[in-house]
């Protein structure tokens, strides 16, 4: 059974920093790319992050490059998501992913599991 478990999110004041945190069973964790996305009210699902197979590459959107980091903890099968300086725009609900074909997708429709999202607040 491939399950995402997430944590981390909260309210936090726009500036401020936030870590999330996805705990992957270990299958996926070994194999799959692992990716996390974010949804706001009446928008569509974005990409913000994917860490691909064996963790070889990152990448990021715009919105978020050089604020967000994605990482792995190899010994807690858990992937984070490092978010800094955070503005209102950042406010979303978050979903880590993985991707059997472990390769570096944007896409939602790529990937073939999902946690069940952790909602981050920035105010203003």
């Known amino acids: 059974q491939v399950q995402l478990v997430e944590s981390g999110g909260g309210l936090v004041q726009a500036g401020g920093s936030l870590r999330l945190s996805c705990e992957v069973s270990e299958r996926a964790f070994n194999n799959y790319a692992l990716g996390w996305f974010r949804q706001a009210p009446g928008k569509e699902r974005e990409f913000v992050a994917v860490s691909t197979w064996r963790d070889v590459n990152h990448e990021y959107s715009d919105a978020v490059k050089g604020r967000f980091t994605i990482s792995r903890d190899n010994a807690k099968n858990t992937l984070y998501l490092q978010m800094n300086s955070l503005y209102p725009e950042d406010t979303a609900t978050y979903y880590c992913?993985?991707?059997?074909?472990?390769?570096?997708?944007?896409?939602?429709?790529?990937?073939?599991?999902w946690g069940q999202g952790t909602q981050v607040t920035v105010s203003s």
């Open positions: 992913a993985a991707d059997v074909l472990g390769v570096s997708s944007t896409n939602a429709a790529d990937y073939d599991y």
